[in-house]
């Protein structure tokens, strides 16, 4: 059965084989040219991305991307996803995305040593199904990380009734490694040995790849195609793999993760112009009655490919030996490019490796919408302006997502300094005395709309989050996620998706250096696909070795609060269009290209003055929200002049709820105001005094001489916090 192969593909495999196709030559091919493994409909678009940079070591197409931070050392960065299998089994499903990830860190020759998890999950406040996803996932993660001893330091989480039959599982990981020690898999040699470490191979994952490229059906035979998790075998991995590569016996080595032996096998020696020859009768299974197929496209977890140089084959054993690793030595390289499979003596594939690894690319046709809803009339601004305030505190995609991260264990591993919620992006310490920043964004509410603004927009809103920690942005992966790419629109806004991710980067000089594809997120039976998902992870980069860092909440009473940036008529696709008024169109927020460089290193400067004592970005919910958050932060209250506010508008509920891009709110020692505000408006920036931090309680907001918000922090804390608990049954 193959579930990825096209009629005109399986004509091109019989052609250039010239020959009868064995069954196991079938289901490698079927693998290797799967969507989720050869990326054949994202390929030609995914080239506009730029990828190259002054700290690009490594970027697209290979397991993780490298980024140097100098003095010799280098972080990775990959983010994979496991959608189709959490949506099956959530528990199992999210687990083993941890643990691919974890993997496609160390085959690079890094420790893995950080994870972020931004997630989709339906409407959570109508559906007990969304629920038990998210309860299950969560623990998922939870327990593999906690496990395995990294740190989850990041994330964000949307809901979203198309998320409802497809909740998106995304999982991003950050290694620290040495230039001079990294490990890539081109560099295997005719006659080094091949060897499969760690789980042994089963049923469970089996075409897993092909499972992951075509729509979900609800067939509970589905469920075969989802891994079990290992995380203690998976901590004993990575150390054993890190000794090996110190000890310099490792030429390359790959994760079995999609496809398997089918995939990796073939792309760890495919850049280094040899091939393979190996047998499967040496293979350790868990099962004896398994078939060749069901060996080569197992995705059971917890499984690497060493390239080993033939004469620290022993060492290596060693290695294993001492950490209690199963292992098998199962073929060697070859200097004929072809794949050749055996069970024993018997010959049941003999594949060249350019056709299993270069599959054809699919030409997808892209057509706009016919019909967008772009604009709504502007309601009547609501009267009561303070119970709005609290609503969308509690909403799910705003309220506090401390019930999710409290899970997850972010100290392990002593590298973390600003940990979740408490600033907007995640800050760790690195051996050479520099920090990095780590934030991750999305939004399928801006992105439904209008796919290329909303790209840019999460870029720009990952991008805010760095700056508020004193980070500049160095490198980003991205995960894109849509619906079947054969109907025509769902590719449009895939086109349109890459394109704005595209313009953003090159506007801030901002290298993409990996990333992911994740197509068929929709269901058979309704037809109904997800709205469109790219996310990004954007690593930052403190080039400071005694910083200043603080979260965003508020400090000090007395200070001022400054806005910089423009608020603008931009509440299309806003938590307040769709939470207070039901509806989901309007004009998306527009990012200022030519001016946004200029921005975020202003932002990032200002940060390391003195005087500066926080520092928070304006997103979803919009101004007034990320007032409350500051508040809500601190355990102090606020005064702020809403007219004093620079805009476009002067329309109160787009004042306060716009989620224009852009704008940055600053807590100020009122000392310094003159001097700060100065400095950021001889760089062209609108900035100006809204308003102060309060003694009280409360956070007041006026407008045109009225009191329009007068709301106690403890009652906004309540809500905001309390929000996801309650939803969950945690609290009654």
């Known amino acids: 059965m193959f579930l990825s192969l ?15 196709v064995t069954p196991l030559e079938w289901s490698i091919i079927d693998a290797e ?35 140097d931070v100098g003095d010799g050392y280098v972080v990775t960065i990959h983010v994979e996803s496991h959608n189709h299998p959490s949506a099956i089994d959530p528990y199992g499903g999210a687990a083993t995305g941890v643990g691919g990830v974890l993997r496609d860190i160390l085959s690079i020759g890094s420790r893995p040593i950080a994870l972020l998890d931004p997630l989709r999950f339906g409407d959570v406040t109508k559906s007990g199904h969304s629920r038990w996803l998210m309860k299950n996932v969560i623990r998922g993660i939870a327990e593999y990380g906690n496990c395995v001893g990294i740190p989850t330091v990041g994330g964000e989480i949307e809901f979203d009734s198309s998320f409802e039959s497809n909740c998106l599982v995304d999982v991003a990981c950050v290694g620290l490694g040495q230039a001079d020690t990294l490990v890539y898999s081109q560099n295997g040699r005719p006659g080094d040995q091949l060897m499969l470490v760690g789980g042994s191979t089963g049923r469970d994952g089996i075409r897993g790849a092909t499972f992951a490229s075509r729509n979900l059906t609800g067939n509970e035979k589905d469920r075969a195609a989802v891994q079990v998790p290992d995380p203690f075998t998976e901590k004993l991995i990575i150390e054993a793999t890190l000794e090996a590569k110190e000890a310099g016996a490792l030429r390359a080595m790959k994760d079995l993760g999609g496809g398997g032996l089918a995939c990796a096998v073939p792309e ?62 199962i073929g060697h390289v070859i200097k004929q490019k072809v794949i050749k499979v055996r069970k024993s003596e018997k010959l049941l594939a003999n594949l060249p490796v350019d056709l299993v690894v270069q599959a054809p690319l699919l030409q997808r046709r892209s057509l706009k919408p016919k019909s967008r809803r772009v604009q709504l009339d502007p309601p009547r601004s609501p009267t009561n302006m303070g119970e709005i305030v609290l609503q969308l505190l509690a909403s799910p995609s705003i309220a506090s997502k401390s019930w999710v991260y409290g899970q997850y264990d972010h100290e392990v591993g002593v590298r973390t300094i600003l940990k979740p919620g408490a600033a907007d992006a995640s800050v760790l310490r690195l051996p050479n005395g520099k920090f990095l920043a780590l934030t991750c964004d999305g939004n399928s509410k801006h992105c439904s709309i209008s796919p290329g603004l909303g790209a840019e927009g999460s870029l720009a809103e990952a991008c805010r989050n760095l700056a508020c920690v004193g980070a500049l942005p160095i490198g980003m992966v991205d995960h894109l996620q849509f619906g079947d790419p054969g109907d025509h629109e769902v590719f449009w806004s895939f086109q349109q998706t890459v394109r704005g991710l595209s313009r953003y980067c090159r506007a801030i000089d901002l290298p993409c250096v990996g990333g992911k594809v994740s197509f068929y997120n929709e269901d058979s039976d309704t037809k109904i696909a997800i709205k469109p998902s790219p996310v990004v992870v954007v690593v930052g980069l403190i080039d400071n070795k005694a910083p200043k860092l603080f979260g965003f909440g508020l400090k000090e009473v007395g200070d001022a609060l400054i806005i910089v940036g423009s608020t603008a008529p931009e509440l299309g696709g806003s938590e307040y269009y769709e939470q207070i008024h039901g509806f989901s169109g309007g004009k998306v927020p ?97 900035v100006a005094c809204i308003g102060q931090v309060d003694d009280g309680s409360h956070l007041r907001l006026k407008y045109g001489g009225k009191t329009l918000v007068d709301l106690s922090v403890p009652e906004m804390k309540q809500r905001w916090a309390e929000a996801i608990p309650r939803l969950m049954g945690d609290i009654v």
């Open 33 to 67: 040219w799967s969507e989720h493994c050869s990326y054949k409909s994202s390929k030609s678009l995914l080239k506009e991305l730029p990828t190259k940079g002054a700290r690009v070591l490594l970027g697209p197409g290979f397991d993780a991307g490298v980024l």
């Open 268 to 329: 760890a020696v495919s850049s280094g112009n040899c091939g393979a020859d190996i047998d499967l009768s040496l293979v350790h299974v868990r099962e004896s009655d398994l078939i060749a197929e069901e060996v080569m496209a197992s995705e059971s977890q917890e499984r690497m490919l060493y390239v080993v140089d033939p004469k620290r084959t022993r060492h290596v054993e060693q290695i294993l030996q001492r950490y209690g690793l199963p292992y098998s030595t």
């Open 6 to 20: 096209t009629r005109d593909e399986k004509a091109l495999v019989q052609r250039q084989l010239g020959r009868k």
């Open 590 to 686: 527009k990012v200022d290209l030519r001016n946004e460089r200029k921005r975020i290193e202003n932002i990032v400067k200002i940060y390391r003055e003195p005087g500066i004592k926080s520092v928070h970005d304006c997103s979803k919910g919009g101004l007034i929200v990320t007032l409350a958050e500051m508040c809500i932060e601190g355990g102090l209250g606020a005064s702020v002049e809403a007219e004093q506010i620079p805009a476009k508008t002067r329309q109160i509920d787009e004042l306060l709820f716009s989620e224009s891009h852009g704008r940055f709110i600053l807590e100020v020692n009122r000392k310094m105001v003159k001097k700060i505000m100065k400095s950021l408006e001889d760089q062209g920036l609108p």
